[in-house]
Each structure stands twice: as C-alpha cells, then as structure tokens.
Nanobody
Framework: VQLQASGGGLVQPGGSLKLSCRVSKTIITHYAIGWFRQAPGKQREAVSAIMLSDGRTYYSDSVKGRFTISRDVAEYTAYLQMDNLEQEDSATYYC????????????????????WGQGTQVTVSS
C-alpha cells in the first residue's frame, strides 16, 4: 500500500488549508483513509478519517466543527478541509490508512496497524 500526501503550508490564524491523500488501489476494502498529527514535543494524535467504502467518518474533539473530511472513491483519495485554523493546529500531519476503529482508539502503540504516508507541515502563525 502506498500513500501520496499533499497540501499543507503556512496560514494565519482563522485561515484555511486543504490536505489530500491518495492511496494505491491495493488498499484493503474496509480501510479508512485519514490523518494524524504530531507537534514538537507532543505525542502523535488522531485527527480525522473516512471510510473509502461507505463514507463513515471520525473526527477528534479538537477539530470537530472546523475540519471536514471527504473522499473521491474513484481516485482513492481523501481530502481534509481545515477551516478556522488555530495556532494549536500547527503540526506535522501524517496521512495513513487502516481500520476506522483504530482511529477511535488510537495510541502510539498501535502505529503498526496503519500504513503511513509522508508527513506534511501545517503552520498556523500570525
């Protein structure tokens, strides 16, 4: 399984960014695609994910109402629209694919349950 991530960058507080993650067609049918993030000195945390098959989603409490995840089934791609960004959203965002339940119950010890893409930097600063 291969993942290709894009997006990210520098934005002012209150601004928006969009991330995308394309997975290879060898993805397991019932896998979700989504993102984790890790800020310097902090533990990696689950952000959001979406089932490619039926569109079920996961959002962390910290991003609910501000981030929107969507998918293009034909393109095996997920998108994360990040609005009303806050400085606390600054982190390296990692695209990943795995079972949706693993996002809900994520701990770093479960990293090996995912396939990972490269990280992309999101910086929210005035």
């Amino acid at each position: 399984v291969q993942l290709q991530a894009s997006g990210g960058g520098l934005v002012q507080p209150g601004g928006s960014l969009k991330l995308s993650c394309r997975v290879s067609k060898t993805i397991i049918t019932h896998y979700a695609i989504g993102w984790f993030r890790q800020a310097p000195g902090k533990q990696r945390e689950a952000v959001s994910a979406i089932m490619l098959s039926d569109g079920r989603t996961y959002y962390s409490d910290s991003v609910k109402g501000r981030f929107t995840i969507s998918r293009d089934v034909a393109e095996y791609t997920a998108y994360l629209q990040m609005d009303n960004l806050e400085q606390e959203d600054s982190a390296t965002y990692y695209c990943a694919t795995g079972f949706l339940a693993a996002w809900h119950n994520y701990t770093p010890e479960r990293d090996n349950e995912f396939y990972w893409g490269q990280g992309t930097q999101v910086t929210v600063s005035s």
